[in-house]
């Protein structure tokens, strides 16, 4: 995999953030549908601007806060579209690439944060144990 540029994340975040707008329109106007929209909507759109927060971070600790919440919308919205797709409210070969992005967004995230964790851990005058 490729180093992730930091404007490549931004663009994707938000590029992401747009699909998920964009499938909440085209679901049914059901109760049930709508219901789960709105959350999958609510967590899809949060990814991007936590991770701009976690981008302009003073701190490492700062960084990994943002960005393990960005992990927790990433996990949400994966949760939602394939309840969608359970459900069968919506077919899952049209939520297949949004649900692929939502893992592939989880994968670049986790390996971000376990870099950063490693590196602060690698600090000298870092002790064994230590937080």
């Known amino acids: 995999m490729e180093k992730q540029e930091p404007q490549d994340l931004k663009d994707r975040t ?3 953030a747009l699909r998920i ?3 909440y329109t085209r679901l049914p106007k059901t109760t049930e549908a709508q219901v789960i929209g709105k959350q999958v909507l609510r967590s899809g ?3 991007g601007a936590q991770y701009r927060e976690g981008h302009r ?3 490492d600790a700062d960084v990994i806060s943002k960005f ?3 992990l927790q919308e990433l996990d949400e919205t994966d949760y939602w579209l394939n309840l969608l797709v359970r ?3 919506a077919p899952a070969d049209k939520m297949a690439p949004l649900i692929q992005e939502t893992n592939e967004l989880i994968a670049i995230f986790v390996s971000i944060v376990t870099k950063i964790k490693a590196r602060m851990n690698n600090k ?3 002790k064994k144990g230590d937080a």
């Open 87 to 89: 459900a069968e409210i």
């Open 68 to 70: 393990e919440g960005v």
């Open 14 to 16: 938000s590029d992401f």
């Open 21 to 23: 707008i964009r499938m």
């Open 45 to 47: 759109t949060s990814v």
């Open 57 to 59: 971070a003073k701190s």
């Open 124 to 126: 000298p005058g870092k």
